[in-house]
C-alpha cells in the first residue's frame, strides 16, 4: 500500500482512437444510449456490463452509467470498480448506488430507484431542505418515494454483503482467476470473491461446524502450489488446496483450535501448526499423525504466528501465558512475558520485528530476542480481534486493529493513531489488498454486521492525518410534529434536545437539562403541541417550542431512569395520556392535562421495550406494553389492576408496537408487533388473534413499526436493524416497497397528509434521520 498521490496513473498516453480503452468507451456510449428510454428496460447485455465497459474505458462516471441504467445492473461490483478507476466525471449517482446494492439484490425496480434516491440525497446534499436542491436532485421518475430533508451520515464503502458475520479474510493469488478474497464466517463456511468485482469466485465450501477461527494460505511451494489451513471451534484442523479449493487432509482434536498456519521448512516440506484449546502447541506433516512440541498453561484464547528473524531463520511465535519463540524444529528460542492476553500477531515487513493485539485493546510491538519495544498503542477496553500489517511506503509500517466497532490505525515510528469508522457491529477481521499498476493498496475489514468495507488508501491516510477524533454520538431518541412552518424532527442527544426545521435546515437546541436525554415524544394537550422528554433521573419535563412563553408542564416523576414515551390524545381533546416505561419495569399511565399520576401497573417481570397508545374516533384509549418478556400487555385504565389481555408473540424480544384503531379495507382495529425474530405481525385487538401471516422480509431485529391509513387504504412500515424500511399492505399483507438505507435503523414515523394519497415518511438510525414523502398512487403500490 504505496503511498502515493491520488492522481498518480502512470503518465498520459497518445490515444488515436483504436485503443483497447477507447474501443470500450465507444461501447459504453452505445449501451447507454440504449439504457436511457423511460418507456422500455436495458437491454440484458448492457444491464450485465455497461458499468465494466465504462471502466475498461475509463469513463466510468454519472453520465456514462446514469441513474436510470444504475437500477437495472446486474453485472454487480461497482463498489470495486470505483475503487479500481480514475473518476472522468462526477460520480455522485455510482457512489450511491455502491453504498445499497448489496442490500436490494431481489429488489423491484421501484424499490431500487427510492433506494437510489435516498442515497444520493444524503451523500449529496446533506442537511439540505428540498427546496434548496438543484434540478439534478430530483427523484428519479421510477421512485415512488422523495427525499425532503436528510442528516444522513451515509458510509458508501461496503464492499460485499455476507450470509453469515466473517471471522477471519485472507488475500490469495488465483493462477486464472487473479486476486481473490478468502472469507471465513462464523458457521464454518468459506467462500471465495473476487477481489475485482466482490462476486463470488465459485461455490462455498461447507469447511466446518462451527466458527472458523484460523485462515492461513502459504507461500508457493517448491511446485508453485499453495495451501490454505482452517481450524475451527468444531476441534478439526483442515488443510486445502488454495487454487482448487480441494481438501488435502483433516486432523480432529478434543477440544476446539485457536489458531494455526503452515509454513515450508528448509527441505522445502510443509508443516502445518496449531494451537488448541489446551494451549497446546502441534506441528503436523501429513501422513504423519500430529506431535505436540510445546504445553502452556491454559488461557482463554492462545494466538500463533510465523516470521524470519534476522537471521534467516524462521521461527513460530506461540502467545498463552508468556510469549515464546519456538525454532520449527520446536525447541525454544526465547520466552517474553506478556503485559496483557494475547488475540492476534501479525509479523512485520523487518526481519525479526512483530506486534501483539492485546485483550484490553493495546497494542505492542516486539522483537524476537529483545522482546517487548518502547512503542505501545494504548487500549480503551475492546479487545483486538485481528490485527494486519499495512505498507504505505518502503519504510514506515501501519497497523490496522480490529478493535469495537472500529478499525484502529497506529504507526509504531510515530505514534500517530486514529479510527476508521463505518461498521454497525464487532469488527472481526482484516486483511490487506495488495497494489497494482492501476490500483493503490487498500484494506478489507470485516464484522459480525454481516459486511465488508473496503477502505482506500486515500481513506488510511486521510484518517491518520486528521489522528484521533471522537466517535459521533447517536441520538438516544427521536420524534416528528407537523408544525404550521412544517415538519420538526426532535432528537435527543446526551442532555440537550435540538430540533431540526426541515423546510430550512435550521437546528436549534430546545433545551438542555443536567441529565441525559433517555426519549423523546410529541404530545397534544388542549391547543398545545408538547415536546416530551424523559431523563436518566426518570423525569418527565414537557414544553411547547412554538409558544415558548407559555407555561411548560410540571415535571412528572417516574422514579426511575424512563426509556420510553408514547402519548395519545382523543379527538375532541378531551383526553391527553402520557405513558411511560422505566427501569423498574413499571409503567405509568398521566393525565397532561393535570400532570397527574393515573395508574401504576406493575406486570412486567423484565424490561420493557415498547409502548403504544392511541385513541379510538369514541374517545377509547387503548394502552400496549411489550418487552424482553415476548408478551405484549393491553392495558385499561378504568379498571383497579389495569390488566386486559395479554398477547404471546413468538417474536423473541419485542422492541416496536403500533395500534391502528380505525383501519380500512374491512379490517378490525389491530396491533402491530415486532421484534428479534425479524418478522412483523398483525393482532386483532378485540380477540387478540393474529391476522394474517406473519410478515417477512427483515435479516435482523425489527426496531421500529408504524401503521396508517391513507386514501381508504390500511399499510403497515418497518424498519429494521438490517438498514431495511419495508412498505405492506395490511389487508393482503403483499409488500409493496423495500427501501435500502445501509446503516441500522431504530425509529420511524408516519404522518399521512388529509385528502391526498402521501404519507410522510420519516427515518432515524445510526446515520442520522431522514424526512421523506410516498405517493401511494405509484403504480408500484396500487393493486
Request: charged share 20%; hydrophobic share 40%.
Amino acid at each position: 500500500m504505496t503511498r502515493r498521490p491520488d492522481t498518480a496513473r502512470g503518465p498520459e498516453r497518445e490515444d488515436d482512437g483504436n485503443s483497447e480503452a477507447a474501443v470500450h468507451a465507444r461501447i459504453t456510449e452505445r449501451l447507454a444510449a440504449l439504457s436511457t428510454d423511460p418507456d422500455q428496460p436495458p437491454p440484458p447485455y448492457a444491464r450485465r456490463h455497461l458499468a465494466r465497459h465504462a471502466a475498461l474505458g475509463h469513463v466510468l462516471d454519472d453520465a456514462r452509467v446514469p441513474p436510470q441504467a444504475l437500477a437495472w445492473d446486474t453485472g454487480g461490483g461497482i463498489r470495486a470498480l470505483l475503487h479500481d478507476t480514475p473518476a472522468a466525471g462526477p460520480r455522485h449517482w455510482l457512489t450511491a448506488w455502491s453504498a445499497i446494492e448489496p442490500y436490494l439484490r431481489e429488489a423491484s425496480l421501484p424499490s431500487r430507484m427510492a433506494s437510489l434516491h435516498l442515497a444520493h440525497t444524503a451523500l449529496t446534499y446533506p442537511d439540505t431542505p428540498r427546496t434548496r436542491m438543484p434540478p439534478e436532485a430530483a427523484p428519479p421518475a421510477d421512485s415512488p418515494l422523495t427525499v425532503h430533508f436528510a442528516n444522513w451520515r451515509l458510509s458508501a464503502n461496503i464492499w460485499a454483503t455476507l450470509p453469515a458475520p466473517p471471522s477471519r479474510l485472507l488475500t490469495l493469488h488465483h493462477p486464472r482467476r487473479g486476486l481473490q478474497v478468502a472469507v471465513a464466517t462464523t458457521t464454518g463456511t468459506l467462500e471465495f470473491l473476487d477481489a475485482a468485482t466482490a462476486r463470488p469466485a465459485g461455490a462455498p465450501l461447507a469447511a466446518h461446524t462451527g466458527e472458523i477461527r484460523a485462515l492461513y494460505v502459504s507461500p508457493p511451494g517448491p511446485d508453485l502450489r499453495q495451501y490454505l489451513v482452517t481450524a475451527g471451534t468444531d476441534g478439526t484442523l483442515r488443510l486445502w488446496d488454495a487454487h482448487r479449493h480441494a481438501s488435502l487432509g483433516c486432523h480432529t482434536d478434543a477440544t476446539w483450535f485457536d489458531d494455526a498456519l503452515c509454513c515450508f521448512d528448509d527441505r522445502g516440506d510443509l508443516t502445518v501448526w496449531s494451537v488448541n484449546g489446551r494451549s497446546e502447541l502441534s506441528g503436523w506433516a501429513d501422513p504423519a499423525p500430529p506431535r505436540t512440541v510445546a504445553t502452556a498453561p491454559r488461557v482463554l484464547r492462545g494466538a500463533l504466528a510465523t516470521l524470519i528473524d534476522t537471521d534467516g531463520e524462521r521461527v513460530l511465535v506461540h502467545t498463552a501465558k508468556d510469549l515464546t519463540v519456538h525454532r520449527l524444529d520446536g525447541t525454544v528460542r526465547a520466552v517474553h512475558p506478556l503485559p496483557a492476553p494475547v488475540r492476534a500477531v501479525a509479523a512485520d515487513m523487518e526481519p525479526g520485528l512483530f506486534h501483539c493485539g492485546h485483550a484490553d485493546g493495546s497494542i505492542t510491538s516486539w522483537s524476537v530476542g529483545e522482546g517487548r519495544l518502547p512503542a505501545t498503542a494504548p487500549g480503551h477496553g475492546e479487545p483486538v480481534k485481528d490485527l494486519c500489517r499495512l505498507a504505505l511506503d518502503d519504510e514506515n509500517t501501519v497497523l490496522a486493529a480490529a478493535r469495537g466497532r472500529t478499525v484502529t490505525l497506529w504507526e509504531p515510528a510515530t505514534g500517530t493513531t486514529a479510527e476508521l469508522r463505518g461498521h454497525t457491529d464487532t469488527v472481526t477481521a482484516l486483511t490487506a489488498l495488495p497494489e497494482n499498476p492501476d490500483r493503490p493498496g487498500a484494506l478489507l475489514s470485516g464484522a459480525t454486521d454481516a459486511t465488508l468495507r473496503l477502505w482506500t488508501a486515500a481513506d488510511i491516510e486521510r484518517a491518520l492525518s486528521a489522528g484521533h477524533t471522537p466517535a459521533p454520538r447517536r441520538a438516544a431518541g427521536t420524534a416528528l410534529w407537523h408544525s404550521d412552518s412544517g415538519p420538526l424532527i426532535a432528537t435527543a442527544h446526551d442532555t440537550a434536545v435540538r430540533l431540526t426545521a426541515t423546510r430550512t435546515g435550521q437546528v436549534t437546541t430546545a433545551l438542555t437539562g443536567p441529565e441525559p436525554v433517555l426519549a423523546v415524544a410529541w404530545a397534544r394537550r388542549a391547543t398545545q403541541h408538547l415536546l416530551l422528554c424523559a431523563d436518566t433521573t426518570g423525569t418527565v419535563r414537557g414544553w411547547d417550542p412554538a409558544a415558548p412563553g407559555t407555561p411548560p408542564l410540571p415535571p412528572l416523576d417516574c422514579g426511575a431512569p424512563t426509556r420510553h414515551l408514547a402519548a395519545c390524545t382523543s379527538a375532541d381533546g378531551a383526553l391527553a395520556l402520557l405513558l411511560t416505561a422505566s427501569d423498574d419495569y413499571r409503567i405509568r399511565l398521566w393525565d397532561l392535562h393535570t400532570a397527574s399520576l393515573l395508574r401504576t401497573w406493575n406486570g412486567h417481570t423484565m424490561s420493557v421495550k415498547a409502548l403504544a397508545a392511541a385513541c379510538t374516533d369514541e374517545g377509547r384509549p387503548w394502552l400496549a406494553t411489550a418487552g424482553t418478556e415476548s408478551v405484549v400487555r393491553l392495558w385499561d385504565p378504568g379498571t383497579p389492576d389495569g390488566s386486559v389481555d395479554e398477547i404471546r408473540c413468538d417474536q423473541g424480544i419485542i422492541h416496536a408496537l403500533a395500534l391502528n384503531t380505525d383501519p380500512a379495507d374491512g379490517l378490525p382495529p389491530f396491533l402491530v408487533t415486532a421484534g428479534d425474530q425479524a418478522d412483523v405481525r398483525l393482532w386483532d385487538l378485540a380477540t387478540t388473534q393474529p391476522i394474517g401471516p406473519r410478515l417477512t422480509g427483515h435479516h435482523a431485529p425489527v426496531h421500529a413499526v408504524a401503521t396508517f391509513t391513507a386514501e381508504h387504504r390500511t399499510y403497515v412500515v418497518s424498519a429494521s436493524r438490517d438498514g431495511i424500511v419495508q412498505l405492506w399492505d395490511a389487508a393482503t399483507s403483499r409488500p409493496l416497497l423495500t427501501v435500502a438505507t445501509a446503516t441500522p435503523l431504530t425509529w420511524l414515523d408516519t404522518t399521512p397528509h388529509p385528502g391526498t394519497a402521501t404519507v410522510d415518511l420519516a427515518l432515524a438510525g445510526h446515520a442520522g434521520t431522514a424526512l421523506t414523502t410516498l405517493d401511494l398512487t405509484h403504480p408500484a403500490l396500487a393493486r
